[in-house]
Structure formats: C-alpha cells, structure tokens
C-alpha cells in the first residue's frame, strides 16, 4: 500500500476531467464521485507510468499495451489490510487486463494505492455480494450486486507490474 499526497494540480485536472465526463450511466453515486475516481487514476499514473486512455473498459494503458481499470473509492480514514475492494457487478463485463484499487480521501488531500489483480484472478477469488443483504464478514450492505477481495489479497501493491 502506498499513500501519495494529492497536489493541488491533480484537483484541478480532476475538477476538469469530471466536469467534461458528466454522468455516466449506472453510476452509483450520479456523477458526484466522478473526481474521486480521476484523482485515483491520477494517483495510478503517477505511480506507475501509465498514460491515461479512458475507454468504457478500462481507464489507463501500461508501457507493455496492458489495459487496467482503476476502481476508487472515496473514504473518511486511512485503508486497512481487511478492508475490501469492490467492483460492481455491472463492471466485470469490462474488457481490461487488470483492476486496480485507489481509496482517496474525503477532504481529497491524500490518497492510497492498495494494489492490483488481473481480471481473471479477481473474477476467481472474489466473493459475490448482493444488493442490500448484510455481508457476514464486516455487516456492509451494498447498494448494488459487487464482488469483493480484501486489500490483503491484492498483488502489484508497489505498482510495480510485470513488464
């Protein structure tokens, strides 16, 4: 896991960025975590070298062509290793390599990288959640069907990928 301070520059990419996306469809939250979600991609490619190419599928491209979604959340504290990454169900129809998980502060001063999975390992080990029904290992009812793996699970936590 790495925490990165967010400059005031990334704000602003992303204040931009999510004003000229608008709101998707499906989007959980209705546009409103449209910054969040470009201040973890900013977060990615900082980290790791990327270059953002945003298509439905997938968010950015590494060096080698490998597509990675990068799925944030915004959060109230600093991630733990129990904590859980998410991606809706909606989301595994995606055609990328990789899942990348950020978590971004509320107050959008810091941010974590947790870690990453291919797609195909994700789909293998995440445990299925469906909407509105209490999960038995931390009671979270989400709001819509999710697979989830805990940030422990996760690889490529120092953003290094394999080349």
């Not at 704000?11 to 960025?17: K, N, P, V």
């Not at 991609?41 to 950015?60: K, Q």
Request: with cysteine.
């Amino acid at each position: 896991m790495i925490e990165t301070p967010i400059p005031d520059g990334w704000r602003l990419t992303a204040e931009w960025m999510a004003d000229d996306m608008g709101e998707l469809n499906n989007s959980i939250r209705r546009g409103e975590g449209n910054m969040y979600g470009f201040l973890g991609e900013l977060l990615f490619i900082d980290l790791t070298g990327a270059y953002h190419n945003n298509t439905y599928d997938w968010d950015v491209e590494l060096a080698d062509g490998s597509t990675v979604d990068v799925k944030t959340k915004c959060v109230t504290s600093p991630p733990k290793d129990y904590y859980d990454c998410s991606v809706a169900s909606i989301g595994v129809n995606q055609d990328c390599d990789y899942y990348a998980f950020v978590r971004v502060h509320k107050d959008m001063t810091v941010g974590w990288y947790l870690g990453a999975m291919t797609k195909q390992e994700f789909l293998t080990s995440a445990r299925f959640l469906q909407a509105g029904v209490p999960d038995g290992d931390n009671g979270w009812s989400p709001t819509i069907d999710c697979y989830n793996v805990t940030i422990s699970d996760l690889g490529y936590t120092d953003g290094e990928f394999p080349a």
